[in-house]
């Protein structure tokens, strides 16, 4: 019934010292508060014939019982609540790098976008975290329970054994409530989900929606969407909060039928008022173990809800397998797409597509929108993976290569340039950590980013903003290229790398690529003719299928698409 809720409590053994003193200190309150019940008999039985030493010595056990409960149940609690914090933060930081794990476009064709990644990282997480105080609660409580109830056996057994054929009443009521409560639960994260996304696509979208006056239909939007959310939540709500009328309407008629029972005990002098008094005493401290205990109970279903779309993801099979053990090469000489096909449903994006790069060249890869360019550069990073044939490096298929390994030799710019909201200076050091922060400077001045408003100093601590935001875009690019460069990677893949940039701009990029790409192989997405024309050879790619391939010059005098764009469009 809790089989997800069992894994995650498996994985809480990572913090076995505290979960050992969180079980200690939460036995120890236990029997502390058992305690107050037969303290509570010795009063009461004293005042029949009070003798002050003998109430002395009981006021100053329950105060002595007091002060020790007081300072165990602190840090019982306090434990508690720091273990939780930090497991959460655990799970958050293994889902983080599984999701890491997935193609870069993946979450663009789940169904709720990156919704469902905020959704599960934030909103599942919290249902989590406050379920876990309450599965604390469930191992201390019992304890309790089982020490009040073993009080009240001591004091009538017949008494006792009558009120606890009234609890399988109580469980299956409970039953009940799980199954309802996990049903509608479900429903009701699967809808949050859909609120957490239409929350980001506003954010990121949201100088579209005041240049089109969209406030309104997206508004709209998310209020359809929140009602949706809120009619699951108050069915949860309605069930949830049903279990403590219950309990405490079971209670009443208990508490008032012992009250009488006593009464009648007393008077046929088979019992004191002391028994009266610890016996109605006990049934009252009762009262919080079983209804946290319920409580706990109904709570740890959402918990359960949670912690199955949490293993969802983390069982998940990753759609690039990394089992590549062979040493990436010291020096490369070549990258060669042999009949390499690449499908997506029942579209073929590329078609038996053949070509090899040799070391110090530069190729562009060129053609109208959709016709694979980029397909090309996210295949060569393993981003995706081909349908059919294979990408050779020195004559090695890439899946021969760890991830990290591959990747680690190839530096990539793409046209929408992701910078970190950390200093100008830091984001081009984390293409290559490992390298000094002392070569950044000439790149920066070479890529004239040394005006982008900020002196050599404030370069290194002034944040760039969230994806770059306190810069222009073709300052962000021209970043971004830096950060590839300072990479000093052997591969170079440039995806429309400078279509924000100026004339001016673009030609001192290029001049510095030649410049650091001579000992490199160089594969290029571009539009514009200025961007290609120096290269060593340009492919030309339409419908998926390598069309033609030359340099620029005998590409023009051959004709054909490249020349048919040339002319329409005088840019590629």
Same mark, same amino acid.
């Given at each position: ?18 979960? /050992?003193?969180?079980?200690?200190? $939460?036995?120890? /309150? ?15 039985? &004293?005042? #029949? ?21 007081? $300072? ?29 794990? *997935? ?30 105080? %309450?599965?604390? !609660? ?133 019992? /004191? %008022?002391?028994?009266?008094?610890? %016996? ?16 706990? &109970? ?43 096909? %690449? ?25 109208? &929108? ?14 995706? *993976? ?29 046209? !929408? ?16 950590? *490992? ?17 982008? $408003? ?17 810069? #222009?875009? $073709? ?98």
């Amino acid at each position: 019934m809790f089989h997800n809720l069992w894994r995650l409590g498996q994985q809480l053994t990572l913090f076995k010292t505290s979960l /050992t003193f969180i079980l200690i200190s $939460g036995l120890m /309150t236990s029997v502390l508060q058992a305690q107050f019940a037969v303290l509570l008999k010795k009063i009461m039985d &004293s005042l #029949s014939h009070p003798q002050m030493e003998s109430m002395y010595l009981l006021a100053a056990q329950t105060l002595g019982l007091v002060t020790v409960l007081s $300072g165990v149940r602190y840090w019982h609690i306090f434990v508690t609540d720091y273990t939780v914090e930090r497991f959460i933060a655990h799970l958050r930081l293994q889902l983080q790098k599984k999701w890491l794990t *997935e193609p870069p476009d993946f979450f663009l064709k789940d169904q709720s976008g990156s919704g469902t990644a905020l959704s599960r990282i934030l909103n599942d997480m919290n249902t989590v975290q406050g379920g876990l105080r %309450y599965l604390v !609660d469930l191992i201390r409580e019992p304890v309790t329970f089982i020490l009040l109830l073993g009080w009240l056996f001591y004091l009538n057994w017949k008494l006792s054994l009558s009120i606890i054929l009234i609890l399988p009443i109580l469980y299956k009521l409970l039953i009940k409530l799980y199954r309802s409560v996990n049903k509608y639960s479900k429903m009701g994260q699967e809808k949050l989900e859909g609120i957490t996304q239409v929350f980001k696509e506003n954010l990121d979208g949201s100088r579209i929606i005041q240049a089109y006056n969209l406030e309104d239909y997206v508004l709209k939007k998310l209020n359809d969407k929140l009602k949706e959310y809120l009619q699951f939540r108050k069915k949860v709500f309605a069930r949830i909060d049903l279990s403590s009328p219950i309990s405490e309407w079971i209670g009443m008629i208990v508490g008032l039928s012992v009250i009488l029972f006593i009464a009648f005990e007393i008077a046929q002098g088979r019992a /004191t %008022y002391g028994d009266f008094t610890s %016996y109605v005493g006990t049934l009252l401290l009762l009262n919080k173990p079983i209804k946290t205990f319920q409580d706990a &109970s109904v709570r740890l279903q959402e918990v359960e809800v949670a912690a199955s779309r949490y293993f969802e993801w983390i069982d998940r099979v990753p759609a690039i397998r990394d089992v590549g053990n062979i040493p990436f090469p010291s020096s490369i000489f070549s990258i060669e797409f042999h009949r390499v096909s %690449y499908r997506i449903g029942d579209r073929w994006i590329l078609k038996d597509v053949s070509f090899q790069v040799g070391l110090g060249q530069q190729v562009a890869l060129v053609g109208p &929108s959709g016709a694979g360019k980029s397909t090309i550069l996210n295949l060569l990073c393993r981003f995706i *993976e081909p349908t059919h044939g294979f990408i050779l490096i020195n004559g090695i298929d890439i899946r021969n290569f760890s991830l990290k390994d591959l990747r680690k030799h190839i530096a990539l710019v793409t046209q !929408d340039t992701f910078l970190f909201d950390e200093s100008l200076e830091k984001n081009v050091q984390l293409g290559n950590p *490992e390298r000094s922060s002392e070569e950044i400077g000439c790149l920066i001045n070479e890529l004239g980013l040394a005006s982008a $408003g900020m002196d050599a100093q404030a370069r290194k601590i002034s944040s760039v903003g969230e994806r770059g935001g306190f810069l #222009s875009g $073709g300052e962000r690019q021209r970043l971004g290229i830096a950060r590839a460069l300072f990479r000093d990677a052997p591969i170079l893949l440039f995806d429309e790398a400078t279509s924000q940039l100026d004339s001016e701009n673009e030609d001192k990029v290029y001049a510095l690529l030649r410049k650091y790409s001579s000992s490199k192989i160089t594969l290029l997405v571009a539009h514009r003719l200025s961007s290609i024309t120096f290269c060593d050879r340009i492919l030309v790619f339409q419908q998926g299928e390598l069309v033609q391939e030359g340099d620029h010059l005998s590409l023009v005098k051959r004709g054909g698409l490249y020349l048919d764009l040339v002319n329409r469009f005088k840019i590629l």
